[in-house]
């Protein structure tokens, strides 16, 4: 790959991983001990890509302490902030200086992925493409929405899939959240307001005869968006490493626990006891002897107090010193 720079999104509020965002933001999650971001810088790096921007809003200082310069996952950082948020491609605009002048990638901050970015560059320059986005067949039928393509380009942006229909048939794409893009971009993003790359930006660019190239690919990807999703995510990943359980730094689990299938993070106490099943404990949380945590999402109530629950939440109830999100419902 010859090399170019990149981009991590990483400026989303995250309102369906609430609580776990409510002190730090989506990409600045720790997954297995590294943060979200860190899978996606790493990822860059490993094809060439080491001058990286990242976009901030949310919780920024948590990016930052997540990442700090780079060095750490390979790449060198830089960050530019969004005092109001500026959607996918408003973000790109907000980091011109940087990007601008040769083609760079661009990548959302919530995936694990080990998608072929040296075969989608090759397609795109192959392809002589404004833009190439990496998609994936969706075969089980995900709530993503579809990208609809005819001769290997990019036509429209759809709805959700349906899953009645038979699964015999092809099935649908999706974007990955993974794009190469060329400067010449920028003639359609909107200076200095919000703006969206897949409702604004490519349609008006198809509309305009642009080449906005369709590279499907295969591997492994994963988009860390719900509470479900990151709990189902980590487990699978434990499950390859062949472990039942995480547990952060200083976690202490009780000889007389029961803990199984669950992520801890930094300083969790269960005492002797508890069962812990499917859960995600939250740092410094504390499981008290004899409660039974199931399917939950926990977090120390201060982390929530004085916050209102964004609209996409899932509701939750204070228990003790804990606030605990049901994912049953």
């Not at 010859?2 to 999104?9: A, C, E, Q, V």
């Not at 320059?125 to 039928?141: F, S």
């Not at 794409?173 to 993974?178: A, E, N, Y």
């Not at 199984?260 to 740092?283: P, Q």
Request: glycine fraction near 8%.
């Amino acid at each position: 790959m010859t090399l170019m720079k990149g981009m991590i999104l990483a400026a989303g509020f995250g309102e369906r991983l609430w609580p776990l965002t409510a002190d730090r933001t989506k990409p600045a999650l720790p997954v297995l001990g590294k943060p979200l971001v860190g899978y996606v810088a790493e990822y860059l790096a490993s094809f060439g890509i080491k001058d990286v921007v990242v976009n901030l809003h949310h919780e920024p200082e948590s990016v930052r302490r997540a990442l700090g310069d780079g060095s750490d996952f390979g790449v060198h950082l830089e960050y530019v902030h969004e005092p109001v948020i500026l959607g996918t491609s408003g973000a790109l605009d907000n980091a011109r200086a940087f990007l601008d002048g040769e083609t760079f990638a661009v990548v959302n901050g919530k995936l694990i992925t080990d998608l072929d970015l040296n075969a989608a560059l090759a397609h795109h320059r192959a392809q002589n493409a404004l833009a190439t986005l990496v998609l994936k067949r969706n075969t089980a039928r995900e709530r993503f929405s579809m990208v609809e393509t005819h001769d290997g380009l990019v036509t429209r942006f759809a709805g959700m899939p349906s899953v009645t229909q038979p699964f015999a048939d092809d099935p649908p794409l999706m974007f990955t959240g993974i794009q190469i893009l060329e400067p010449r971009i920028f003639d359609y993003i909107p200076r200095n307001v919000f703006s969206d790359t897949v409702v604004k930006v490519y349609p008006q660019a198809i509309a305009n005869g642009e080449r906005i190239v369709a590279h499907v690919a295969e591997g492994m990807w994963f988009e860390l968006s719900t509470l479900q999703r990151y709990l189902d995510i980590s487990l699978a990943l434990l499950r390859e490493q062949g472990r039942p359980l995480y547990a952060g730094r200083k976690a202490v689990i009780d000889s007389g626990a029961d803990v199984r299938d669950s992520i801890l993070w930094d300083d969790v106490i269960v005492e002797g006891g508890a069962t812990v099943r499917r859960a995600i404990l939250g740092d410094r949380v504390r499981i008290r002897q004899g409660e039974v945590i199931e399917n939950c999402v926990v977090v120390r109530k201060e982390i929530i107090a004085g916050k209102e629950k964004p609209s996409k939440a899932l509701p939750g109830e204070t228990r003790g010193e804990n606030f605990v999100v049901s994912l049953s419902q």
